[in-house]
Nanobody, 117 residues
Framework: QVQLVESGGGLVQAGGSLRLSCAASGNIFSINTMGWYRQAPGEQRELVATITRGGSTNYAHSVEGRFTISRDNAKNTVYLQMNNLKPEDTAVYYC???????????WGQGTQVTVSS
């Protein structure tokens, strides 16, 4: 079994920065893709950014140029550096990891990010 624990959420003012971390633990040989998703109240969960084991990244249009996803494979950890935060970034942010050989997805419990205007 695999567990994902997010950290780094909090309250910041518009224009500020925040860095989220997600550490995976448990029975892990390797991790394929890791990513961040978010869900605002009353809305569907949406993709924020993903990164493959080899470092290829993908971003939602709304965050591209402001957010940067990275990972440390030795630590089984993925990060999300969020700059120039906007009130519309307010949401619960969830970490996701996909593990081989069956591409099984695992989710973290989420961390709250609140951006005040």
């Amino acid at each position: 079994q695999v567990q994902l624990v997010e950290s780094g959420g909090g309250l910041v003012q518009a224009g500020g920065s925040l860095r989220l971390s997600c550490a995976a633990s448990g029975n892990i040989f390797s991790i394929n893709t890791m990513g961040w998703y978010r869900q605002a109240p009353g809305e569907q969960r949406e993709l924020v950014a993903t990164i493959t084991r080899g470092g290829s990244t993908n971003y939602a249009h709304s965050v591209e140029g402001r957010f940067t996803i990275s990972r440390d494979n030795a630590k089984n950890t993925v990060y999300l550096q969020m700059n120039n935060l906007k009130p519309e970034d307010t949401a619960v942010y969830y970490c996701k990891a996909v593990l081989p050989p069956l591409y099984q997805p695992y989710w973290g419990q989420g961390t709250q990010v609140t951006v005040s205007s």
